[in-house]
């Protein structure tokens, strides 16, 4: 088996269609940490029929700070983007308003703080809503063949 690399923050579907020709079986793909790019990409992919000529496997990062979503940024050779700065801004936005971890929360206040209010966010809780949001919205594309998972984070 001949399985190869995707990268569809930077590439084209003209790119993997070279691959397939050449012997490509199977796809594993970087993550779409933009995903209206990879949508697009992936819209290109299908409209080509690569999905039913080999299984495309996406992949699915797991940053866990601005940091580590810059490290994500650069592998995928893709952190000097408009929309990868736009993206990093929006992270550095929530890491710097939101408290990094529950910590204080009163033992059995579920999603209420003291005094009844609604407890305010966490940027754990961002990470964590921004990696099901991806999650879902490669669940909802056509085609795939499944994820892998990209846990690494400095």
Known sequence: SLAV??????NSPDRLQRKIDAGAEAVWTQPPLMFDRFEK??????KRGLPSQVP?????????????????LQLCNASQLSDAQH?????????????????????GSGS????????EETFDEF????????MK?????????GVHLMPITP
């Open 41 to 46: 990409w992936w819209g290109g992919a299908v």
């Open 112 to 119: 209420e703080g003291m005094g009844g209010g609604r407890r």
């Open 137 to 145: 919205l490669v669940e909802g594309l056509d085609g795939v063949a």
């Open 127 to 134: 990470v964590s809503e921004w990696v099901e949001e991806q």
């Open 87 to 107: 993206l990093l801004h929006q992270w550095q936005r929530a890491a710097d308003s939101l408290p990094f971890t529950r910590g204080g929360d009163q033992e």
């Open 56 to 72: 495309i496997f996406v992949g699915l990062a797991f940053p866990s700070s601005v940091k580590s979503l810059k490290m994500w």
């Open 5 to 10: 690399v995707e990268n569809p923050l930077i």
